[in-house]
């Protein structure tokens, strides 16, 4: 069975290496359906760091949702040396890749809540959402991602599109 996992990624550390290269990795991993453009945005929780980037990918994928964030999201962020700090959740990070949407389901697995409940919070997932799948319907909400994104981005989360950044990896292939 195809599974689509709808990718949320965010790096603040060399960012504009990791960032491409997260999605070159990616795209190795499955299908690539489609790519976000990048969007800069300030750190939540923690503003004593640089700004991220921030973008998302659909990809298509033969793994079931827990292999596949074993198999691949783990790798993908120890390739680019990922280092989580258990005391301080909003580090800096070379890149973070959280399973945002998972097909159309609603569940809890291996301590994630699948749909990531941040997408209804925070601008800087729900915008790369949106360019991704705007009408895509929110399992929970009923909304679609680009009236979620319209909607957080009219508040005070400034979401910078970044047009020089881009994500060269093959879509389809």
Partial sequence: MKNQAYLSLG???DKERNL??????LAAAGRLLAVSRVYETAPVGRGDQPNFFNA????ETDLELEAFKNRVISRIEDELGRVRDPQDKNAPRTIDIDISLWN????EVGGMTIPDPQILRFAHIAVPLADIAPDHLHPLSGETLATMAGRLAATDQVVILRPDIKLKAAIGG
């Avoid at 491409?20 to 990795?25: D, G, H, T």
């Avoid at 159309?104 to 569940?107: F, H, L, N, P, S």
């Fill in 11 to 13: 790096s603040n550390v």
């Fill in 20 to 25: 491409p290269r997260a999605v070159e990795l």
């Fill in 56 to 59: 998302a990918v659909l990809l």
């Fill in 104 to 107: 159309d389901e609603v569940r």
